[in-house]
């Protein structure tokens, strides 16, 4: 039976501006995919991103490439050799893997052989501002099991005091996205432990980690930009504690899964993470939380509008979105 594949630009108004150390941004633009077959219909989303040279066209025009192939019954592994990792790939994956536990009559978690998504402590993210308005920001979350600081090299440690004065209790993520050096990073160490940082994420740009050896800092040190699929994993050994698993990097929760198993068979502690995105695109990423050290996926709580059904926040633990809105039964 032919399929019917539909791809489209969806834009979500934030509540307030998402700042880190390379921009900031009042909107998530996002794409997002429906394949049909017969009476089943599955969904996906994803974010392309420009720090990977990614754009909402781009993106469009790589799923309307793989049109054919997809309309005609092409399955996950077939789109991965048709696509690269990334954006548009993440959407017709995650899309697929919807489709096809629908058309069976049983859901995503046991195609997977893994337990349904429930309610996870997942991170809330303290954007990059100045001291005095991250600590006030950090105020109103101080009860919450985890947080996620967004700095840059401008005056990070005295922005983390800050957030760590108001909110003494939190497990502690720091994220520079990629503006520190590996100077700033022996200069800072110390300090940062004293502050009780839990995770550094991804400290220095992905292309100036060969220097990078975890075992000379005291903080535990996580690769976002510099791991994208398990191929990558094995020049990361000794650079990097964690690895931050992410679907739009990965292209999708197939590729996902299996970075997740080879991180573990490599030592590496697992985050998982996502963009700033809807429920949509952040529902597939459930499926890997409950194997993850850190999870990271308060995306759509930045949304002042998000889809039907999708997560809710309690206090820092993210509620799954409702029963069918993704994956299947």
Known sequence: MLRTLDAGHHSFALTTPFRISRGVKA??????????????VGWGEAVPYARYGETIDAALAAIDGVRGLIE??????????????????????????DLEARRAGTSVAALIGRPAPGPVPSAITIGLDTPEAMAAAAARVAGVPLLKVKVDRNDPLRQIAAVRAAAPTPR????????WTLPDLHAWDAELAALRVDLLEQPIPADADAGLRAADYTIPICADE???????????????????????KAGGLTEALALVEAARARGFGLMVGCMVASSLGIAPALYLAGEAD?????????LAEDRVGGVRDDAGILLPPAAGFWGGA
């Open 27 to 40: 909107v998530a633009d996002v794409v997002a995919v429906t394949i049909r077959q017969g009476d089943a």
């Open 72 to 97: 005609q019954g092409g399955d996950r592994p077939a789109l991965a050799t048709a696509l690269p990792p990334g954006a548009a790939r993440n959407a017709l994956d995650c899309a697929l893997w």
């Open 172 to 179: 502690v993520i720091v994220d520079p996205n990629e503006s």
């Open 226 to 248: 510099s791991v994208h699929v398990a191929g990558d994993l094995d020049r990361l050994v000794g650079r990097y504690t964690h690895v931050n698993v992410k679907l739009d």
């Open 294 to 302: 850190f999870v990271d996926l308060d995306g759509p709580l930045w």
